[in-house]
């Protein structure tokens, strides 16, 4: 009967990560079919999955949709491809040979634009996906109302405050309350607060400007927990309130990181507040490289828990642009981020243990879906910003590969030769899976 538990969160596990890879491979392929459609390359398959198909049916183009058995992954296999890695059917390519009509209709026979646009697509679609994805967000979560107002007071220990929903902050402890549209405005602003389990402050209630007492505006709270972090394992969650490390007393989250950092990775004892039940856990901080806004990186140990005020700020729903151009920054962001990341890896300054593999990405996505769909959903928009930042790199196999032999086409004026071409794609196809390889065993061995 223990074993159940286990199981479940297994299930759990892979079927978030199947749902999360099909939609994402869904779309890239989609970009793929789509495009290649537009410019007149005709596609024999579209599959989502490998191996035997469970499900099937060809459209009045032609085309076959199918399902097959086993979800990880799918392919566009389009007019002139021998396979779903793409490469040409000699036999079909010289029976078309004498039919120019029917050889601009394939993947090998369509001109230079039509393939370089029909395989950049797929990358392209991914990267749309995520600022939709992100763009939905913003306008959904909405952006925190200017100046900032209480929405919802946070179920925290102790004694009821007088702080409310609908107050608007004008200053705490004497310190004005900034526009946090202004760079490091709200850094600068919590740093500049005492350190105190209960603080004044000047809020604008009804018209009429008011002091009260509130808890400290930044409490030892899990506002969310990291997958594949030391909170996760040890079984902290979302709406926990650290009291206690070791037996001393915090209230503050800056109390909370300040001992994790001075732990020096020793197991730290926790007393954690839930919903008026106080429970302890015992986990062993971390080490993680987090990335700076210089673009390096520096480690830290961390538990892996994201705090959060004290309330829910008050919202208001963004205009169109700004929630466009907050899906356009979160996009670039990761796309910026994973390219230092890599080269920092590459040089030695930060461990490969930030790679991750199937497994990792599995385990988070299930962890992000037992956070709720929001979560899940943001998480996929991310992981398929990844996987369309990985198949341009130019790696023969991937899609930047076959783009970098559409380039030397196109200053030639010749492609490179079928030997060649095999040769390539065989180096392509070792380099892809000794990455994947490199990246599982990260999954299994690194702490």
């Avoid at 600068?188 to 350190?195: D, G, M, N, R």
């Avoid at 990341?341 to 930030?354: A, D, F, P, Q, Y």
């Avoid at 892809?432 to 299994?444: I, K, Q, R, S, Y």
Wanted: aromatic letters at 10%; hydrophobic letters at 45%; proline letters at 6%.
């Amino acid at each position: 009967m223990g074993f159940l538990p286990e199981f479940g969160g297994l299930i759990w596990t892979i079927l978030a990560f199947v749902v999360a890879l099909s939609v994402i491979v869904a779309v890239h392929e989609y970009g793929h079919y789509i495009v290649g459609r537009w410019t007149g390359i005709k596609a024999d398959v579209f599959s989502l999955g490998f191996g035997p198909v469970l499900f099937s049916r060809v459209d009045r183009r032609g085309t076959r949709w199918q399902f097959a058995l086993l979800p990880f992954g799918g392919y566009v296999k389009f007019a002139g491809d021998s396979n779903a890695a793409s490469g040409k059917d000699e036999t079909a390519m010289e029976a078309l040979a004498e039919d120019p009509e029917a050889l601009r209709h394939t993947m090998h026979g369509a001109p230079l634009y039509a393939r370089a646009l029909t395989v950049a697509a797929g990358p392209v679609f991914n990267f749309v996906m995520s600022i939709l994805i992100f763009f939905a967000v913003a306008m959904t979560a909405g952006t925190a109302r200017d100046p900032l107002t209480v929405g919802e007071m946070r179920d925290l220990p102790g004694a009821a405050f007088e702080l409310q929903e609908g107050d608007v902050l004008r200053a705490v402890e004497g310190t004005p309350v900034p526009s946090f549209a202004e760079p490091g405005a709200y850094d600068s602003f919590v740093s500049a607060l005492p350190q105190e389990p209960v603080l004044e402050y000047d809020v604008t209630r009804d018209d009429t400007d008011l002091t009260v007492d509130g808890p400290y505006l930044l409490p030892a709270l899990v506002s969310s927990v990291v997958p594949q972090s030391a909170a996760q394992t040890a079984g902290l969650r979302g709406g926990d309130v650290i009291t206690a490390i070791d037996g001393r007393e915090v209230f503050a989250f800056g109390q909370l990181k300040e001992a994790v950092e001075a732990s020096d990775g020793a197991a730290l004892l926790l007393t954690v507040w839930r919903q008026g039940e106080t429970l302890e856990f015992t986990l062993i901080p971390k080490a993680t490289d987090e990335p700076q806004p210089d673009g390096s990186f520096k480690r830290n140990l961390r538990i892996g828990i994201v705090g959060g005020m004290a309330f829910t700020p008050a919202t208001d729903t963004p205009g169109v642009g700004e929630a466009f151009g907050a899906g356009l920054d979160n996009t670039w962001r990761i796309i910026t981020g994973s390219i230092s990341g890599l080269r920092e890896m590459i040089v030695g300054n930060i461990s490969t243990c930030n790679l991750s593999g199937p497994v990792g990405i599995a385990q988070t996505s299930g962890a992000m879906a037992s956070q709720g769909a929001q979560s899940f959903i943001y998480f996929i928009a991310v992981l398929s910003t990844a996987v369309g930042l990985l198949n341009l790199f130019p790696i023969p196999a991937l899609d930047g590969g076959h783009l970098v032999f559409y380039a030397y086409e196109a200053v030639t004026g010749k492609p490179p030769s079928d030997g060649a071409l095999r040769v390539l794609m065989t180096i392509g196809i070792a380099m892809v899976l000794t990455l994947m390889l490199f990246a599982l065993g990260n999954d299994l061995f690194c702490p």
